[in-house]
């Protein structure tokens, strides 16, 4: 998230807003936000909002996530708001909508789903 | 790409192949590299995959791609390979493996599938 | 739907209901709604949402659909809700819920998200 | 699958193939096999391949899957065939493709990825 420039804000147990200014280090050929970055903060959100609902020796991890890129990322901000979508014993599902912010007004641009695996005492694959 | 430190090789006309190697900028607290990497080299692998594939007026745009992340991306190279399953008029659909190579040894870490959209004269979306 | 036995309702511009009744010729070896059947009614429900937002000549086409399975599929009734994510030239992106109603009740089963390509003078392949 | 009129081949361990003859039963509007049993079939087979490889005690739940579908299903015979692409200790992923066969020819008509759930011991959900 550093090296993409990107900030998390907890907003509550089981939603995350992570937010991410556009610059060209994370911009592909025509200036958007590469979908790698978007990507990234919105796969970030949606896990976050999994670990805000886990007790705290727990940890998560993705086991897959799809990504609906629905318009180029750009704009002021980009902002990823995740969201739980169900909490189970093994498995947790999470979504995150991200939005660009031009102007003060927002756009939905990508549409994310992810399921993060529990994880428990083992060793460096905790988060 | 290049803030990922990553490079391209085409292979073959509908087989592309991203190499990257791990370094603190792309990592997460564990030194494993982030997923947020590991899908962006996946998907421009995908993505160039199909590209190849075209004719020169026209670019692809990714409308969704799934990963499933199946072990922690170390070592000394992480490798992903673009392949095209299913060329279309509008849609085209391409997978990545992505390897992790540990002294020489590869090891399967993730698999994407993506699709893709063909573009023509769409000004500022062509890729 | 007809082998189903599933009954369509619709609800609104972009939002679709679908139910089904659970028995014999639907159920795997435990007695659970088959996932297919369950897969089969949400992919409906959000595909019936995208074409109630478009012009009469249109039609649609699933293009890809992800659905997580969250929890067995019983009890009186299984329902579908699907809602258009939002509209696009070429693609639409649809999600639908799948809750169970037990007694009145009703539970979270499955989330599926879908790309619908629209389809205009395609002789054969418009829904 | 019984009422799908489906029958199930095992071809060698981590590999399966479910075969379903295009009838009436199955079929949508225009004449082609049902999205939703193309689904049934593909989740199917890469459930199966998964579970070859199990231990006898235990069963397999999807947890999610992803299909994309390339082109319309009819012909003969449509196939799928589903494979193990790596097994791991609470997740396997298989895949599956799906083809369809007119006059001995084969295409292909779709292609899933499935993330399986090893179950032991909880009654009610194995498979």
Partial sequence: ???????????????????LRPGPA??????FV????VSAIADSAAGY??????SANRGVLTAEFKINLLAPAQGDLIIARGKVIKTGRTLTLAQAEVFSQIAGQERLIAFLTATL???????????
Avoid at 12 to 18: D, M, Q, S, T
Avoid at 34 to 37: F, I, R, S, T
Wanted: hydrophobic letters at 50%; aromatic letters at 0%; charged letters at 10%.
């Fill in 34 to 37: 590469h979908a790698g970055a």
């Fill in 49 to 54: 909002a999994a670990l805000s609902l886990m």
């Fill in 117 to 127: 695996m529990a994880i428990e005492g083992r060793e460096g694959v905790s988060d």
């Fill in 1 to 19: 998230m550093g090296t993409l420039g990107a900030t998390l804000c907890a907003v509550a147990p089981g939603l995350v807003e992570i937010a």
């Fill in 26 to 31: 994370i911009s592909q050929q025509h200036g």
